[in-house]
């Protein structure tokens, strides 16, 4: 089956500085990849569509330049959290599509990261 | 826009007893819909999806779903719940020709003993 491998699996950083969080699709090429942030106990929110070669598109009161999202091949998405603050804490998850093969998205294992 | 709503954040249910997870969807169109389930700080797997063939869908580890146009819902099921279902799990919805998934808040099941 289709795998996404997202990286790091946990990362604690210190306010002010930035945080880059990779998502990679291990064995399909994804030309559609979406980052989700989960608060606790609570549903995910999309942030982000991230199209390769293009600038993604961000949902309503999502900063983007706060979180800027990459997508510079087929299989890979950036998000950086810059100058990230303890309300950036959060689990962070992505998940592509295959391309072709539209109805199904695959998800990363999620990132949490604690800004301290 | 498309929607789902969960009902019950929270769902109990014994060892070996039936599991039902309601949701109830929104959409302007005809929708795909999908349950995953996710365990504590991981990603989401997907348990089952409806895309516009059978209306009863099979999924893994037991579970199913159907497909209710009339009632706008996609109520998730297993006859005999196991320890190992004890997890997270969310009802989400695409419209046909959008990428966009939109998750319900989840159910939390715990199952007792």
């Known amino acids: 089956g289709a795998v996404v491998s997202q990286h790091p699996s946990r990362v604690i950083c210190k306010s002010g500085t930035s945080v880059k969080i990779e998502c990679r699709s291990l064995?399909?090429?994804?030309?559609?990849m979406f980052w989700y942030r989960q608060f606790p106990k609570q549903s995910l929110m999309l942030m982000a569509t991230s199209n390769e070669g293009s600038k993604a598109t961000y949902e309503q009161g999502v900063e983007k330049d706060k979180f800027l999202i990459n997508h510079a091949s087929l299989t890979l998405s950036t998000l950086t959290v810059t100058s990230a603050h303890p309300e950036d804490s959060s689990f962070y998850i992505c998940?592509?599509?295959?391309?072709?093969?539209?109805?199904?998205?695959?998800f990363g294992q999620g990132t949490r990261l604690t800004v301290v | 826009a498309q929607s789902v709503t969960q009902l019950g954040s929270h769902v109990s249910v014994s060892e070996g007893a039936l599991v039902l997870l309601r949701c109830n969807y929104s959409s302007s169109v005809p929708p795909y819909l999908f349950w995953y389930v996710q365990y504590p700080n991981q990603g989401l797997q997907l348990l089952l999806k409806y895309t516009s063939a059978a209306t009863l869908v099979k999924g893994i580890n037991g579970f199913e779903a159907e497909f209710k146009k009339s009632e706008t819902s996609f109520h998730l099921t297993k006859p005999s719940a196991h320890m190992s279902d004890a997890a997270e799990y969310f009802c989400a919805v695409s419209e046909r020709g959008n990428n966009r998934l939109a998750f319900g808040k989840g159910n939390q099941v715990v199952v007792i003993p």
């Open positions: 998940s592509a599509r295959e391309m072709g093969r539209g109805t199904e998205a695959f």
């Open positions: 064995d399909f090429q994804a030309t559609t």
